[in-house]
């Protein structure tokens, strides 16, 4: 028995150092610096989270160094995730622009209906502040949405309670390459731009009291897998 216990935590230690880290490439220090690791859900997981900063030499399963120049988010499962949260919070009245700019490359493999790789989510930690646990943005990968197979859409939270409805925007079919994806606030005003052309630019003053903040990664809507590559990830928060 003791003999069995030790093959199975060798076997779950290869598995959380069996990838090099993300944080070992000066590109994505800065992002990992300010940033926590979520996985498999958003609550603290010991073998797959990672608290704020704390990346050097860090690699599991779900999050990984690809071909020494890719950081790689991969999760099977409904409503699982591998995501950053990225520590700043902000509000969408904010005089000083926010934005966040990644070069990222999909994967939906069998993912069955939808995966999130990007959001503008409340902060629904914060005590004695007016808040709710929703997203304003989610840009999602979408397996067949209005007759259309394989795009990319913005679904935007168009109300400030938890019964507002959604707007669903289509940002163009899914590149097989890697594609650009900016998604600025400023003043009210959230725009995104994929591929430096402007596919959004919408007023989300009514979300003025929530404070929130950015994530990106991935995560999964229905049950499947999905890995997504980033080869670039810039926030300004």
């Known amino acids: 028995m003791a003999e069995f216990k ?4 060798f076997f779950f230690v290869t598995l959380l150092l069996a990838h090099d880290s993300p944080y070992s490439l000066d590109k994505f220090k800065p992002v990992l610096g300010i940033s926590k690791l979520q996985a498999p859900q958003s609550s603290y997981n010991p073998l797959y989270s990672r608290k704020y900063g704390d990346f050097a030499d860090y690699s599991n399963r779900y999050f990984y160094l690809q071909d020494d120049k890719y950081m790689v988010f991969y999760m099977c499962g409904n409503h699982n995730r591998s995501e950053l949260r990225f520590k700043n919070t902000w509000k969408v009245d904010t005089e000083s622009e926010k934005t966040l700019k990644a070069e990222v490359k999909l994967f939906p493999l069998n993912e069955k209906k939808e995966f999130t790789f990007l959001q503008i989510h409340t ?9 709710i646990n929703k997203p304003l943005l989610r840009i999602v990968w979408y397996k067949k949405l209005r007759g259309k197979k394989n795009h990319i859409w913005a679904v935007i939270r168009l109300g400030d309670d ?10 163009g079919v899914m590149p097989k390459s890697f594609f650009d994806v900016k998604i600025s606030v400023y003043k009210n005003v959230m725009k995104i731009f994929v591929n430096g052309v402007e596919k959004v630019n919408i ?34 928060d």
């Not at 938890?162 to 940002?171: E, T």
């Open 123 to 131: 902060d629904g930690t914060l005590k004695k502040v007016i808040t």
């Open 6 to 9: 030790k093959v199975i935590f």
């Open 162 to 171: 938890i019964f507002s409805r959604y707007q669903k925007i289509d940002l």
């Open 203 to 236: 007023n989300v003053g009514y979300w003025a009291k929530y404070y929130n903040y950015f994530k990106a990664g991935v995560y999964l809507q229905d049950d499947g897998c999905a890995k997504v590559l980033f080869k670039n990830l810039t926030v300004k």
